[in-house]
Nanobody, 115 residues
Framework: QVQLVESGGGVVQAGGSLRLSCAAS????????MAWYRQAQGKQRERVAS????????NYADSVKGRFTISRDNAKNTLYLQMNSLGPEDTAVYYC????????WGQGTQVTVSS
């Protein structure tokens, strides 16, 4: 079974930055397209960024384009999300998972942006 552990969240002021990490167990990380998702209080989970298996092709939701950068290190089974120019609208619990059929979700990491 694949286990996902997100980390790096916290409380930041508007305009600040955070770098999130997602550590995945198992032997198949490198053959999966991976993504970051977020869920704000009272809202549906949304995908904010994805990245191809080899890391060559990132994609972003319009709401984060130009501010967030997704990357991966397949040798470390780790996915990253660099978040810059954060605003209160980015406040949410952030999760990682594969695109398509999901693995079991991790606990997520809370990001809170104060104004």
């Amino acid at each position: 079974q694949v286990q996902l552990v997100e980390s790096g969240g916290g409380v930041v002021q508007a305009g600040g930055s955070l770098r999130l990490s997602c550590a995945a167990s198992g032997n198949t990380f490198s053959i999966n397209v991976m993504a970051w998702y977020r869920q704000a209080q009272g809202k549906q989970r949304e995908r904010v960024a994805s990245i191809s298996r080899g890391g060559e092709i990132p994609n972003y939701a319009d709401s984060v384009k130009g501010r967030f950068t997704i990357s991966r290190d397949n040798a470390k089974n780790t996915l990253y999300l660099q978040m810059n120019s954060l605003g209160p609208e980015d406040t949410a619990v952030y999760y990682c998972n594969r695109v398509g059929p999901s693995w079991v979700w991790g606990q997520g990491t809370q990001v809170t942006v104060s104004s």
